[in-house]
């Protein structure tokens, strides 16, 4: 008989991973005991050497479908621990290692939904079931190790039956913290209402056309019937959200397919505990309120995460409008008292609870391309699990502007928050710094280093330069193609692709439009689109129009003639002509009219020229409205051309433009000139990308940037360069987008100190 210490690491602390080891070790016969350890699990056992060898073995082979075990360490032990086996409690441990690791919640279960339609359980309708399999974790963990003493469920001392459960180690309950009934756990909350009276008073008023402020498991979110185009409007007028899509949340996989085609990486997505957002293709006839998705032919559905959720939607309740609980960009809401204040002029009632939100956590969005997941905004059910970065002392990347969230790296592990927003008021700016605070301190991760984006005007970069740490400065689209190369685990050269809105380059222009020859730790330029002025900077990002005017009265001269002008005018006619005046005085006299190799910004070009938009509402919109537009028409492409300048590779887009108006001019339909663009551009990549390699580029190719969540061009890209044998690859778990700049930063900041070790 022997005695061994062993040690879990990973993400073992709140998934049901000490009654799994309970389990384990009474299988096989063995004494001991398992405790949470500050962020690990540890535990001692006794038992002859090839028993103990197959229980470490089981420990990670076996582990419940939440855990993420990284390691099992088996150490020499210290003694008898006596007979039969035991969980005990909890021990802050060696606090200040790093090596803590916060589960993310979990979306409710089947066991806990049968539960919960039973009429003989305890637990009927009671919308807080959870267990070991489910239910929150991050939104309500206040201190580690991982017990009930340290969530907000502290709150709610258990009753018998509930206690009685969380120590019987044939429950699955057992040890399960969240853990609560209507005896003893939160209870909801309308007014003076309570239980199944507020719950019927909130789907009274939804019925009613009325909309409801709803306290979920990260904040607040808005939810009014999703069929019901008045209160859609009136939705839209009150949250100040005049066009971007909104999300639908349907009761189950069966009614999510009655309104979208649904695929079965695309349903595997929706049942997933992290119950994201998916977009999805909507049916013809889905009976939603158009004014949902806004003239997008994408759907987001996604599942109910809590059992509250589900009984929202008991039949003959509809598929429901569920959105963030914010007004505009602002962070989403998680105080009850600032929600009646800030909420009081958008819900008709508010169904709250007394369970407090410890952390705020926006849902999360998805999409699949091919049988790729790829990750729009990682926030509930995904935020804060680990991601892999060089071993370096620890780092915090401190994000971008848009779409931003921050990355505290140690110990080879990156901890990506969740989605924060538009950091660019201070509401933003203090929920940024507010979550940084708290997670660092959870994660016992106190940073050395800041990783910062090169824009002195971003809110993140000001946050960087006043911390005392040392500053590490990151290229924008270096973070985009490293973040991708980090989730992969590529630690050699690779050749990043990154098309994007803006980032400031490293000559102090702004880029978009990059081929990167790179690896973690620095990169050299080889290609970009050509550049062409933005007239009035930011407001030609909110004003398509007037880039597309820069682009045809300023584009980069590379030898290209510009389009004629009687090609031009159909386009100048619709336009103010003051308006365009006064763009062609800017053009002209190089004021206010800084320039930019965008991918992003040509997409919003042909967007204007094509008549889709000129004024966007949100982030984005023209390039969504382009997409939507070409749909599944095929179509041949549009001229182009690539040169060499200055020792790049640059794309030409000056005979793609106008050869997209000669072709507009001939009555081409907006659809085939839209699909002809993006094929244009998968063309134009493959064929820089081919001359990069022949030059010495790696054959590994990331491609990174907001650009990349446009299905037909990632597909269109993606086969293009393998068919020249290339292997490419997309982020799945970081985002593609400006939420993963941040990691992308963490693992350019950790690859360059290692090498300083």
Request: with cysteine.
């Amino acid at each position: 008989m022997s005695v061994r210490r062993f040690e879990v690491h990973g993400t073992v602390q709140g998934v049901g991973f000490r009654p799994f080891v309970y389990r384990t070790a009474e299988a096989l016969g063995l004494d001991g005991w398992v405790a949470n350890i500050d962020g690990h699990v540890e535990g001692e056992v006794v038992g002859e050497p090839g028993v103990i060898g197959e229980f470490a073995t089981r420990l990670s082979t076996h582990a419940p479908a939440l855990a993420r075990v990284r390691r099992v360490d088996l150490l020499a032990g210290q003694g008898s621990p006596g007979k039969g086996f035991q969980v005990r409690g909890s021990s802050p441990g060696h606090a200040g290692t790093a090596s803590c690791e916060i589960p993310p919640d979990a979306g409710i279960c089947d066991a806990c939904l049968a539960e919960l339609y039973d009429c003989a359980d305890r637990r009927y309708r009671y919308p807080f079931i959870n267990c070991t399999d489910c239910g929150p974790r991050a939104t309500i963990i206040e201190d580690l190790p991982y017990d009930r003493v340290r969530t907000t469920m502290r709150r709610f001392p258990l009753c018998a039956a509930c206690a009685a459960e969380y120590g019987d180690p044939g429950n699955r309950r057992f040890h399960a913290e969240p853990v609560a009934c209507p005896a003893c756990g939160p209870q909801l909350a309308w007014d003076d209402l309570h239980g199944e009276d507020a719950l019927r008073a909130a789907v009274r008023t939804i019925a009613d056309g009325g909309i409801v402020a709803l306290k979920g498991l990260g904040g607040y979110q808005l939810v009014c019937d999703a069929r019901d185009s008045a209160a859609v409007a009136e939705l839209r007028r009150r949250k100040d959200r005049p066009a971007k899509p909104f999300a639908v949340m349907v009761r189950d996989v069966g009614a999510a397919t009655r309104l979208a085609g649904v695929s079965g990486t695309e349903r595997a997505a929706l049942i997933s505990p992290a119950r994201p957002i998916v977009l999805l293709s909507p049916r013809r006839q889905h009976g939603i309120a158009p004014a949902v998705c806004a003239g997008v032919p994408r759907l987001g559905l996604f599942l109910p995460a809590t059992g509250l959720h589900r009984l929202l939607l008991d039949e003959p309740a509809p598929p429901l409008v569920v959105t963030s609980g914010n007004l505009g960009d602002e962070p989403l809401i998680v105080d009850d008292a600032e929600a009646r204040t800030a909420l009081a002029a958008v819900a008709d009632g508010f169904l709250a609870h007394d369970r407090p939100v410890r952390a705020r956590y926006d849902d999360s969005v998805v999409q699949i391309t091919g049988r790729t997941r790829i990750t729009i905004r990682r926030a509930r059910g995904l935020a804060p699990a680990p991601l892999p970065v060089t071993v370096a002392p620890p780092i915090v990347g401190a994000g971008a502007q848009l779409k931003h969230t921050f990355t505290l790296a140690a110990d080879g592990r990156a901890h990506l928050a969740a989605h924060t927003g538009v950091l660019a008021d201070v509401a933003t700016y203090d929920a940024f710094r507010q979550s940084y605070d708290d997670l660092g301190r959870l994660l016992g991760i106190e940073p050395v280093a800041v990783a910062h984006d090169l824009h002195p005007g971003y809110l993140s970069t000001r946050w960087a330069q006043a911390q005392p740490l040392r500053r590490i400065a990151v290229q924008h689209h270096h973070a985009h193609v490293a973040a991708v190369a980090a989730e992969h685990g590529v630690r050699g050269r690779f050749l990043g692709i990154a098309y994007d809105g803006l980032g400031l380059g490293d000559d102090g222009t702004l880029w978009g439009g990059e081929f990167l020859v790179a690896d973690l730790s620095g990169y050299r330029r080889v290609g970009r689109f050509a550049t062409a002025p933005l007239p009035g900077g930011d407001s030609a990002v909110r004003h398509p129009s007037r880039t597309a005017l820069g682009h045809l009265l300023g584009g980069e001269p590379l030898g290209s003639p510009r389009p004629y002008p009687w090609l031009t005018r159909p386009f100048t006619d619709r336009l103010d002509p003051a308006e365009v005046a006064a763009v062609r005085t800017m053009v002209a006299r190089g004021v206010n009219c800084p320039r930019a190799s965008s991918a992003g910004r040509l997409f919003d070009t042909v967007a204007s020229l094509l008549g889709l938009v000129d004024t966007v509402r949100y982030e984005g919109e023209a390039a969504v409205r382009l997409e939507a537009a070409a749909g599944t028409v095929q179509a041949v492409p549009l001229a182009h051309r690539v040169v060499r300048s200055n020792g790049l590779w640059v794309y030409d887009s000056a005979p793609t433009l106008a050869d997209l108006l000669a072709r507009q001019a001939n009555g081409e339909c907006v659809a085939t000139l839209a699909a002809a663009f993006h094929l244009t551009l998968a063309l134009v990549t493959a064929e820089m990308a081919g001359r990069a390699v022949k030059e010495g580029a790696p054959r590994i190719v990331c491609l990174g940037g907001g650009c990349f969540v446009n299905r037909r061009l990632l597909t269109q890209v993606r086969r293009r360069l393998r068919a020249q044998g290339l292997k490419v690859l997309v982020g799945g778990e970081v985002p593609v987008g400006d939420g993963g700049i941040s990691y992308g930063q963490a693992a350019i900041a950790a690859a360059r100190l290692s090498r300083e070790r």
